[in-house]
């Protein structure tokens, strides 16, 4: 307390003895009855008046600017809340949603966190809370709530890796799901992409891919994307299908497990037809 009142002195200590000397001065005036001393008392009167308002107002534009401040703290403390709870909201909804799924789902599917990403020349995986302990095996599909996120290439007692759809190593055998046209999916250049498709094919903008059920890798038929756009129209014998996926992968926070694992030998073949097509 002391060192406050010492601080306080030391910061405004002219004010006090200019202070004091006025009001000394006006008690020794208020002695004299004079017409001239009387004229200066209103003079001077008049003036502690104006410097009193003065003082007044200077002191509450301070307490003004301070309940501004604090009112801006409030502002940016609400914003803080009110972004956080939009979070929530949107993690509620995608939990909702994925909860949905599980129940509606014939399999028993194995909930999982994406706790790490890994993105290495265009090869992108994502390592699982899930793992050995939880029944997860090798090859076996990871999908959202939107479709098909990747497989399972590696597994521990607790952790799994998969490789996202984002992955030049993963090719899937998909199909247009209007026309029944079958394709090769690969991460190619920055996007999902089906490769080596005959000139006479059907595939049109906004068609909704699918995996095949022909495919050995994933044997279920899970949504992939839709046909973006159409390349190598004008030269060349195949052409090349952008696809756009279903799943924002760069959100992505919740993902199952699906208990199915393709037949090893039908994998093993098609592996080998598709190192024949690089």
Known sequence: MSKLFVHFWQNFKEYFVFVSLIVLSLYLITLDSSPKIQKLRAVIFGSYASLSSIFTELFDFRNLKSENDNLRKT?????????????DILLITELKNSLALKDTFKYSLISSRIVSRQVNNHQESFILDC?????????????????????????????SLIRTLRNSDLSLTIKSERTGEQGILKWKENNLRIINVPKTYQIKKGDRIVVSEISSIVPIVFPVGVAYSIENIEKGIFNEIIVHPFIDFDKLKYVFVVPVVASKEIKDLELNFLKNLR
């Open 131 to 159: 793992g050995k302990k939880d029944g997860v095996e090798i090859g076996m599909p990871v999908i959202s709530d939107k479709g098909l996120v990747g497989i399972v290439f590696s597994v521990s007692n607790n952790f």
């Open 75 to 87: 502002n940016a403390e609400l914003m803080l809340q009110l972004s956080k709870l939009r979070q």
